[in-house]
Nanobody, 124 residues
Framework: QVQLVESGGGLVQAGGSLRLSCAAS????????MGWFRQAPGKEREFVAH????????VYADSVKGRFTISRDNAKNTVYLQMNSLKPEDTAVYYC?????????????????WGQGTQVTVSS
Protein backbone atom coordinates (compact mmCIF):
# COMPACT_ATOMS: atom_id res chain seq x y z
CA GLN A 1 0.00 0.00 0.00
CA VAL A 2 1.28 3.44 -0.96
CA GLN A 3 -0.26 6.77 -0.02
CA LEU A 4 0.50 9.84 -2.10
CA VAL A 5 0.02 13.47 -1.08
CA GLU A 6 0.47 16.28 -3.59
CA SER A 7 1.27 19.86 -2.64
CA GLY A 8 2.53 23.07 -4.21
CA GLY A 9 -0.43 24.05 -6.32
CA GLY A 10 -1.87 27.54 -6.36
CA LEU A 11 -2.73 30.59 -8.41
CA VAL A 12 -0.06 32.02 -10.68
CA GLN A 13 0.02 34.47 -13.58
CA ALA A 14 0.79 33.31 -17.08
CA GLY A 15 4.53 32.99 -17.56
CA GLY A 16 5.08 32.14 -13.92
CA SER A 17 6.34 28.98 -12.27
CA LEU A 18 5.22 26.45 -9.70
CA ARG A 19 6.83 23.37 -8.23
CA LEU A 20 4.58 20.49 -7.31
CA SER A 21 5.62 17.84 -4.83
CA CYS A 22 4.25 14.37 -4.30
CA ALA A 23 5.20 12.74 -1.02
CA ALA A 24 4.81 8.99 -0.76
CA SER A 25 4.48 6.73 2.23
CA UNK A 26 5.79 3.20 2.19
CA UNK A 27 9.19 1.65 1.82
CA UNK A 28 8.60 0.53 -1.76
CA UNK A 29 8.44 4.00 -3.32
CA UNK A 30 11.82 3.65 -4.98
CA UNK A 31 10.64 0.58 -6.87
CA UNK A 32 7.84 2.43 -8.67
CA UNK A 33 7.90 4.45 -11.82
CA MET A 34 5.88 7.61 -11.25
CA GLY A 35 3.66 9.79 -13.34
CA TRP A 36 1.92 13.14 -13.24
CA PHE A 37 -1.50 13.57 -14.80
CA ARG A 38 -3.91 16.50 -14.90
CA GLN A 39 -7.60 17.05 -15.35
CA ALA A 40 -9.19 20.32 -16.33
CA PRO A 41 -12.90 21.03 -15.73
CA GLY A 42 -15.05 19.26 -18.28
CA LYS A 43 -12.09 17.45 -19.81
CA GLU A 44 -10.66 13.98 -19.53
CA ARG A 45 -7.62 13.26 -17.43
CA GLU A 46 -4.43 13.58 -19.47
CA PHE A 47 -0.86 12.42 -19.13
CA VAL A 48 1.74 15.04 -18.25
CA ALA A 49 5.04 13.35 -17.38
CA HIS A 50 6.61 10.03 -16.39
CA UNK A 51 9.84 9.09 -14.62
CA UNK A 52 11.40 5.67 -14.16
CA UNK A 53 12.12 4.25 -10.72
CA UNK A 54 15.75 5.34 -10.88
CA UNK A 55 15.01 8.74 -12.35
CA UNK A 56 17.19 7.89 -15.29
CA UNK A 57 14.52 8.32 -17.93
CA UNK A 58 11.72 10.84 -18.31
CA VAL A 59 8.94 11.37 -20.83
CA TYR A 60 6.65 14.34 -21.34
CA ALA A 61 3.44 15.18 -23.11
CA ASP A 62 4.06 17.35 -26.13
CA SER A 63 2.00 20.13 -24.56
CA VAL A 64 4.46 20.56 -21.66
CA LYS A 65 7.75 19.49 -23.22
CA GLY A 66 10.44 22.09 -22.67
CA ARG A 67 8.45 23.81 -19.91
CA PHE A 68 7.93 21.10 -17.27
CA THR A 69 10.52 18.91 -15.57
CA ILE A 70 9.80 15.77 -13.56
CA SER A 71 12.32 14.57 -11.01
CA ARG A 72 12.44 12.39 -7.92
CA ASP A 73 14.35 11.98 -4.69
CA ASN A 74 14.03 8.38 -3.55
CA ALA A 75 15.73 9.17 -0.24
CA LYS A 76 12.87 11.56 0.50
CA ASN A 77 10.14 9.42 -1.09
CA THR A 78 9.16 12.41 -3.20
CA VAL A 79 8.57 13.15 -6.86
CA TYR A 80 8.48 16.70 -8.21
CA LEU A 81 7.05 18.56 -11.16
CA GLN A 82 8.74 21.86 -11.92
CA MET A 83 6.43 23.91 -14.11
CA ASN A 84 7.80 26.97 -15.90
CA SER A 85 6.33 29.34 -18.47
CA LEU A 86 2.85 28.42 -17.33
CA LYS A 87 -0.09 29.06 -19.61
CA PRO A 88 -3.81 29.43 -18.84
CA GLU A 89 -4.37 26.08 -20.56
CA ASP A 90 -2.25 24.43 -17.86
CA THR A 91 -5.04 25.13 -15.37
CA ALA A 92 -6.13 21.79 -13.91
CA VAL A 93 -6.02 19.52 -10.92
CA TYR A 94 -2.67 17.74 -10.98
CA TYR A 95 -2.30 14.17 -9.72
CA CYS A 96 0.71 11.99 -9.10
CA UNK A 97 0.48 8.22 -9.37
CA UNK A 98 2.58 5.10 -9.05
CA UNK A 99 3.05 2.82 -12.02
CA UNK A 100 3.70 -0.86 -11.42
CA UNK A 101 1.90 -2.41 -14.38
CA UNK A 102 3.61 -3.05 -17.68
CA UNK A 103 2.11 -0.93 -20.39
CA UNK A 104 2.13 2.52 -21.93
CA UNK A 105 3.25 5.27 -19.58
CA UNK A 106 0.63 7.65 -20.94
CA UNK A 107 -2.31 5.42 -19.94
CA UNK A 108 -3.82 6.13 -16.54
CA UNK A 109 -5.01 2.53 -16.27
CA UNK A 110 -1.37 1.42 -15.92
CA UNK A 111 -1.12 3.34 -12.64
CA UNK A 112 -2.38 1.96 -9.36
CA UNK A 113 -2.02 4.40 -6.47
CA TRP A 114 -3.15 8.02 -6.90
CA GLY A 115 -2.95 11.13 -4.78
CA GLN A 116 -5.88 13.43 -4.04
CA GLY A 117 -4.66 16.11 -6.45
CA THR A 118 -3.56 19.71 -6.16
CA GLN A 119 -5.19 22.62 -7.99
CA VAL A 120 -3.11 24.73 -10.37
CA THR A 121 -4.74 27.87 -11.74
CA VAL A 122 -2.96 30.07 -14.28
CA SER A 123 -4.45 33.49 -14.91
CA SER A 124 -4.01 35.36 -18.17
Amino acid sequence: QVQLVESGGGLVQAGGSLRLSCAASGRTFSTYAMGWFRQAPGKEREFVAHITWSGGSTVYADSVKGRFTISRDNAKNTVYLQMNSLKPEDTAVYYCATKSRAGPYYSGSMYDYWGQGTQVTVSS
